[in-house]
Nanobody, 118 residues
Framework: QVQLVESGGGLVQPGGSLRLSCAAS????????MAWHRQAPGKRREWVAS???????NYTDSVKGRFTMSRDNAKNLVYLQMNNLAPEDTGVYYC????????????WGQGTQVIVSS
C-alpha cells in the first residue's frame, strides 16, 4: 500500500519559517518526480515546487528565493523548507509523487495545514 504522509504544518507569524516533510512508503522514491502543491481557502490547488531524482528543482515564481525543496531517497523523505512566510502562503500543502515511466503512477498525500498569520 502506497502512502505519502505530510507533516510539519502549523501556525506561524509572517516572516517565520516552517519545514514540511513528506514520508513515502510503498514506493521506491528514486523512481518518482516529487512535488509540493498547495490549496488556499476558496482557491484552486496550485503547484509549488518539484524535484527530480538528481536533485534538480523548480519553483513557482511566488516562492522562488524563499522555499527550498529537497529529497532523501535513502530515507524515502521529501522536504519543503519555507522561509520568510507571508499570509498568501496560507493553505493546505500536499505532497505528490509521479512516476512517468511505465507503469505510470500518481500519488497524493492527505495534506498538512499551513497558516501564516499575526
Amino acid at each position: 500500500q502506497v502512502q505519502l504522509v505530510e507533516s510539519g504544518g502549523g501556525l506561524v507569524q509572517p516572516g517565520g519559517s516552517l519545514r514540511l516533510s513528506c514520508a513515502a512508503s510503498g514506493i521506491i522514491l528514486s523512481s518518482y518526480v516529487m512535488a509540493w502543491h498547495r490549496q488556499a481557502p476558496g482557491k484552486r490547488r496550485e503547484w509549488v515546487a518539484s524535484i527530480i531524482n538528481d536533485g534538480s528543482t523548480n519553483y513557482t515564481d511566488s516562492v522562488k528565493g524563499r522555499f527550498t525543496m529537497s529529497r532523501d531517497n535513502a530515507k524515502n523523505l521529501v522536504y519543503l523548507q519555507m522561509n520568510n512566510l507571508a499570509p498568501e502562503d496560507t493553505g493546505v500543502y500536499y505532497c505528490n509523487g509521479v512516476r512517468r515511466t511505465w507503469p505510470t503512477r500518481d500519488y497524493w498525500g492527505q495534506g498538512t495545514q499551513v497558516i501564516v498569520s499575526s
